[in-house]
């Protein structure tokens, strides 16, 4: 399975980005896709998850009501729709997939996470 993150990019505080990442190779398959981010001098945090079948969403408190993870399984791709941006949005962003059948309280953790794609940078700055 390959990962392709893109969309990344610069926007003022209160503005909004939507980042992709599309898989290709091995997806078939009740997997989970999710978006995790890397601010500098900090570790990796969970951002959104999306089970690809059941539509099961998971967010992290900190984005909740500013983000959203909308999906197109035709195309094998999610989205990371960020509204209302803030400064400490500030990351790299990874998405990353897994073919388990994560159960809603695990679509969170990192090590779940067999997949991930190259890392694209969002930067929150007036």
């Known amino acids: 399975v390959q990962l392709q993150a893109s969309g990344g990019g610069l926007a003022q505080p209160g503005g909004s980005l939507r980042l992709s990442c599309a898989a290709s190779?091995?997806?078939?398959?009740?997997?989970?896709m999710g978006w995790f981010r890397q601010a500098p001098g900090k570790e990796r945090e969970f951002v959104a998850a999306?089970?690809?079948?059941?539509?099961?969403?998971v967010y992290a408190d900190s984005v909740k009501g500013r983000f959203t993870i909308p999906r197109d399984n035709a195309e094998n791709t999610v989205y990371l729709q960020m509204n209302s941006l803030k400064p400490e949005d500030t990351a790299v962003h990874y998405c990353?997939?897994?073919?388990?059948?994560?159960?809603?309280?695990?679509?969170?953790?990192?090590?779940?996470?067999?997949?991930w794609g190259q890392g694209t940078q969002v930067t929150v700055s007036s």
């Open positions: 999306i089970r690809r079948r059941e539509n099961n969403k």
């Open positions: 190779g091995r997806t078939a398959g009740d997997y989970v």
């Open positions: 990353a997939m897994t073919a388990r059948r994560l159960i809603i309280t695990a679509m969170g953790l990192e090590r779940m996470y067999h997949y």
